[in-house]
């Protein structure tokens, strides 16, 4: 069974970086567009960005652009989302799934993903 494991938060002050990483052991990553979302208390879930399969082309929130970057590391398997100038509205649950369009979106689907994990926890805070 499909399972999405991501890593990498922490809480970290405005101003710091994190480095995220989405990884699916058993699983290769590289053929499907993998989006990374978050979700803050209270608040409706997000996209964040996007990468395609094999790294075709990438998307980003404007929120995010200009300070995240979307990767891949296939000799790893990973999707890692590296994150600087964290702001205090960064602030969240960041969770990666694997999309069933090959398409990028930033709007998670309304009938679901492939598979997501169960996210990590990035708090950005002085």
């Known amino acids: ?8 938060g ?18 290769t ?11 803050a208390p209270g608040k409706e879930r997000e996209g964040v960005s996007c ?12 929120s995010v652009k200009g300070r995240f970057t979307i990767s891949r590391d296939n000799a790893k398997n ?22 069933y369009s090959s398409d990028c979106i930033l709007t998670y689907p309304s009938y679901g993903v492939r598979s997501r994990g169960r996210g990590t926890l990035v708090t950005v805070s002085s």
């Open 78 to 99: 990973t999707v890692p989302l590296q994150m600087n100038g964290l702001k205090p509205e960064d602030t969240g649950n960041y969770f990666c799934a694997v999309l």
């Open 29 to 39: 990553l590289e053929p499907y567009a993998i989006g990374w979302f978050r979700q």
């Open 51 to 62: 990468v395609g399969p094999s790294g075709r082309g990438t998307i980003y929130a404007d």
């Open 10 to 27: 922490g809480t970290v002050q405005p101003g710091g970086s994190l480095r995220l990483s989405c990884a699916a052991p058993g699983f």
């Open 1 to 8: 069974q499909l399972q999405l494991v991501e890593s990498g």
